[in-house]
């Protein structure tokens, strides 16, 4: 069964800071999609990146950067020079392709980030 | 815009009484979920549909509902809602396995 561990429950950094969100995934199927959502106070989850199986490369967006790596089954994700609007709950989440027709998404338990000024 | 709508956004019933979550998407995507979010849990699913007519239950169906008549609309139902329903829910939808998903706003549910 696919599992996510966000084993953070919660960060609270001072602006500027850099932070680092973890995420440990575990599955059987070499065919899989790893997935970061943000959840603003708001309430809605702002999809962030999703990344498949095959490719482990870096991906840099702006101040973010997720390292995905195969041989530890992580999935982290870095916020560079944080900033008071990257406060959120942020979720990493595994959707399996050959699990049958569903492929659910599975979800972490989520890291809440607080940035202070 | 390409979007996933929810409805109602805010909702506060007693147990017992019958209602529906609407969620409608405008993607023309075959796939669609409802999933519940709890503090210290999650989201976890509750129902799936891989097109019209076709629904299967999730890892916390129990005591929900939903159909899938037309390719748009994916209603979740609450035939006799309990206090442990409460929860903040969310309607997905995608267009084929693995691909990303897309979330409408949420309806958070107060059962008293």
């Known amino acids: 069964a696919q599992k996510v561990t966000q084993a953070q429950t919660e960060i609270s950094v001072v602006e500027k800071e850099d932070v680092t969100l973890d995420c440990v995934y575990e599955?059987?199927?070499?065919?899989?999609?790893l997935f970061w959502y943000k959840q603003p106070p708001s309430g809605e989850l702002v999809f962030l990146i999703r990344?498949?199986?095959?490719?482990?490369q870096n991906e840099i967006s702006g101040r973010y950067s997720w390292n995905f790596q195969k041989s530890t089954s992580s999935f982290n994700f870095t916020i560079t020079a944080s900033q008071v609007v990257d406060s959120a709950v942020y979720f990493c989440?595994?959707?399996?392709?050959?699990?049958?027709?569903?492929?659910?998404?599975?979800f972490g338990k989520g890291i809440t980030l607080s940035v202070r000024p | 815009e390409a979007q996933v709508t929810q409805n109602p956004r805010y909702l506060i019933t007693v147990t017992g009484k019958k209602l529906t979550v609407t969620c409608s998407q405008n993607m023309n995507h075959e796939y669609m979920s409802w999933y519940r979010q709890d503090p210290g849990l999650g989201l976890r699913q509750i129902y799936y549909s891989m097109n019209v007519e076709v629904t299967d239950k999730g890892d916390v169906p129990e005591g929900y509902k939903v159909s899938r008549k037309e390719k748009r609309n994916f209603p979740l139902i609450l035939e006799s809602p309990s206090p442990n329903q409460t929860s903040l829910y969310f309607c997905?939808?995608?267009?084929?396995?693995?691909?990303?998903?897309?979330f409408g706003p949420g309806t958070r549910l107060l059962v008293l």
């Open positions: 599955t059987r199927d070499t065919t899989y999609y």
């Open positions: 989440a595994l959707s399996e392709v050959h699990s049958g027709a569903n492929s659910k998404l599975t």
């Open positions: 997905a939808s995608r267009r084929r396995p693995g691909e990303t998903q897309y």
């Open positions: 990344r498949n199986s095959f490719d482990e």
